[in-house]
């Protein structure tokens, strides 16, 4: 019997502040399911709420605890679409694909709140879109040509000038931005801890601090050795993604591994009542990404792409915080940060995710590419889907051989070192 506690140790400002509790839950004997999940973020957690409630018997082995992963340590952005805009995804997943894959994703925001609705999820939700804003002029261009054609395809998206920006941003830096409002924020540990308890009421297990360590295929079935037991499931679904450690042969190798940092300020109250004032969550078009938000107690939350350097209290992401603060709101006055934290992302070559079939009855969906709070839910969906007998064709995306990137670890330092030079440019 597991027990829900408040955690001590935190890995992001979510674990802290999320309304959730976190289930702690040892695994004491061996077990034999229906299907085997490994990893307690939104892909496992999501699979597992599917297939309980499709009636499988499910069990999540998460290593660590709920969360620990990117779904924990998240901006919190829960977009439409992916990084690409709809045209490119067409062109690359084809005629069938493409747009039943755009339309999925585009309806993925709509998937995920009515999860939060139905399951009670206390995750700060707010319904209000996310901006992407325009760094530059040529950031400016490419929204509006993104803007065209989820206008072409009937999305509630909106063209904003630099002034309509600034009063939905409390800065004029910004040429403009794009404001979708399918998309909205949330407390992503929330949302992770209420996928789980969600999970469970359907009847799914969640076992964690429980490593699976041996995968191996057994007659029909498959059989986990774990830290604490041994584990046979007719099917298995890998949701490790960016945390995917040498479980199964080259898997970890099918994508670049790069960082997000992000602070959190202590709550600002009314000093930053003009900043996002309909809590929109930002990030911009610049090649090295920033976001911003504002949460439920007026903390700002502002990242960039790299690992945090130094400490909460001070270094160079410190740093780099206080200053790009201070640029774009010069009024603000001193700010105190109370959390920092970093998380690693599965970047693929096309930045397109991955459902790979590795082996008969043996699943993962990976490669998210930092757009994880809607694809993870789809893809559990899908997979729990698959297998209790929905055709593959009906996927978002078609199921492909998997394929290494053999430069992954060169270019995971190369950009690590573009990114921390980033960070010190910045804080100049
Ligand atoms: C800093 C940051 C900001 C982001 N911002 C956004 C955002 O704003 N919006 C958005 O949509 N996406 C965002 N993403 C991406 C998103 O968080 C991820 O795509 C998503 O969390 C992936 O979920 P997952 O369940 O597939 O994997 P994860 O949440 O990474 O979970 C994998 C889990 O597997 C466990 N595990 C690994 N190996 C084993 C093993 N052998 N045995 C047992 N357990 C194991 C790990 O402990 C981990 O908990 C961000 C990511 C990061 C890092």
């Given at each position: 019997m597991g027990i829900a506690m408040t955690r001590n140790g935190a890995i992001s400002l979510w674990d802290t502040s999320s309304a959730e509790e976190d289930y702690i839950n040892p695994m004491v004997e061996d077990a034999t399911v229906d299907v085997a999940i490994v990893g307690g973020g939104f892909t496992g957690l999501s699979t597992a709420l599917h297939c309980a409630e499709n009636g499988l018997s499910a069990l999540v082995l998460e290593a660590n605890h709920i969360g620990f992963g990117g779904s924990g340590r998240n901006v919190g952005l829960v977009n439409a679409g992916v990084w690409h805009p709809p045209a490119k995804v067409r062109e690359k997943l084809g005629d069938t694909f493409g747009p039943r894959f755009v339309?999925?994703?585009?309806e993925g925001p709509e998937k995920v709140f009515s999860l939060i609705e139905k399951h009670q999820i206390r995750c700060e939700v707010t319904k209000t879109g996310t901006l992407h804003a325009a760094h530059a002029p040529s950031g400016f261009e490419d929204l509006r040509s993104r803007y065209k054609e989820w206008k072409r395809l009937e999305a509630p998206v909106a063209l904003l000038d630099r002034d309509e920006m600034a009063a939905k941003v409390g800065t004029s830096m910004f040429h403009g931005g794009l404001l979708d409002h399918r998309a909205g924020t949330i407390n992503p540990m929330g949302y992770c801890q209420g996928l789980a308890r969600a999970a469970r009421g359907a009847g799914a297990e969640i076992v964690t601090g429980v490593r699976a360590k041996k995968l191996r295929k057994d007659g029909t079935g498959w059989t986990i050795e774990a830290t604490g037991g041994t584990v046979k499931a007719k099917y298995v679904v890998l949701g490790t993604n960016a945390y995917t450690d040498e479980l199964w042969p080259n898997l970890s190798r099918v994508f670049t591994k790069i960082h997000y940092f992000q602070l959190a300020t202590e709550p600002m109250g009314n000093r930053v009542a003009h900043i996002l004032p309909e809590r929109q969550g930002l990030w911009d078009t610049g090649q090295i990404m920033f976001s911003?938000?504002?949460d439920m107690e007026n903390r700002l939350i502002i990242g960039s792409m790299g690992t945090i350097v130094g400490s909460v209290g001070q270094g160079l992401s410190h740093r780099w915080a206080r200053k790009k603060l201070a640029r774009m709101y010069p009024d603000l006055g001193p700010v105190t940060f109370?959390?920092?934290w970093h998380g690693q992302i599965a970047m693929t070559p096309d930045h397109l995710p991955r459902i790979y079939n590795l082996d008969d009855g043996l699943y993962t969906s990976i490669g998210y590419?930092?757009?994880?709070?809607?694809?993870?839910?789809?893809f559990g969906e899908?997979?729990?889907?698959?297998?209790?007998g929905s055709d593959p064709s009906d996927l978002p995306l078609p199921i492909t051989d998997v394929a290494t990137v053999p430069t992954a670890p060169i270019m995971s330092r190369l950009y690590q070192t573009a990114f921390t030079a980033n960070q010190i440019l910045r804080s100049l």
């Open positions: 339309r999925r994703f585009g911003l938000r504002r109370e959390a920092a590419n930092g757009r994880g709070i809607t694809t993870g839910t789809l899908a997979i729990a889907g698959l297998l209790t």
